[in-house]
T-cell receptor, first 111, second 112 residues
Framework: NAGVTQTPKFRILKIGQSMTLQCAQD?????MYWYRQDPGMGLKLIYY???????DKGEVPNGYNVSRSTTEDFPLRLELAAPSQTSVYFC??????????FGQGTRLTVV | DAKTTQPNSMESNEEEPVHLPCNHS???????IHWYRQLPSQGPEYVIH???SNVNNRMASLAIAEDRKSSTLILHRATLRDAAVYYC?????????????FGEGTQLTVNP
């Protein structure tokens, strides 16, 4: 079982570049989430989705965009990368009344 | 989102039980209580969740107060591999409120 798959695992970006972090799940979960975790800190919710075509902002959405065209995929887009976006990014999925499954994370450095 | 309060850190000895507390005095009737843990350099891992009744699974037990304003995660015999940050989260069971928001959690240290 693949579960939640995030790609890439590591990436170095230059200031001003753009990239898309990929997240895919094969559990037919309707809820999906993106988080960022800065060193030594807790997880902050960036965006979430309750189903295909529906997304909503979390606690720290500025500088990011998402789309949810299918149940399986929930990509996170960074436009104009800034050093403040250096972080570890986690994607998660779940059904409404059950626990969430997390991916292994994408470690992003913006230089 | 209803808020939870946890101690910043706790210590335990190996093979002893651990009781991790969580206060959630503003919990609503549609909020489930979820617990996750995050081992060093890994993504969070689901531990257990419940609504009103106590719950048991292979990892832990969840004891929920009768008024639901607090709960306790119980690890029956702590091992060194249980050293992690433990997060207590309230999750609204309604589709419109299904945000899953993490606080700072409790850092559990397990001594050999």
């Amino acid at each position: 079982n693949a579960g939640v798959t995030q790609t890439p695992k590591f990436r170095i970006l230059k200031i001003g570049q753009s990239m898309t972090l990929q997240c895919a799940q094969d559990m037919n979960h309707n809820y999906m989430y993106w988080y960022r975790q800065d060193p030594g800190m807790g997880l902050k919710l960036i965006y979430y989705s309750v189903g295909a075509g529906i997304t909503d902002k979390g606690e720290v959405p500025n500088g990011y965009n998402v789309s949810r065209s299918t149940t399986e995929d929930f990509p996170l887009r960074l436009e104009l990368a800034a050093p403040s976006q250096t972080s570890v990014y986690f994607c998660a999925s779940s059904l409404i009344r059950f626990g969430a499954f997390f991916g292994q994370g994408t470690r992003l450095t913006v230089v | 989102d209803a808020k939870t309060t946890q101690p910043n850190s706790m210590e335990s000895n190996e093979e002893e039980p651990v009781h991790l507390p969580c206060n959630h005095s503003t919990i609503s009737g549609t909020d489930y209580i979820h617990w996750y843990r995050q081992l060093p350099s890994q993504g969070p891992e689901y531990v257990i969740h419940g609504l009103t009744s106590n719950v048991n699974n292979r990892m832990a037990s969840l004891a929920i107060a009768e008024d639901r304003k607090s709960s306790t995660l119980i690890l029956h015999r702590a091992t060194l591999r249980d050293a992690a940050v433990y997060y207590c989260i309230l999750r609204d069971s309604r589709a419109s409120g299904s945000r899953l928001t993490f606080g700072e959690g409790t850092q559990l240290t397990v001594n050999p």
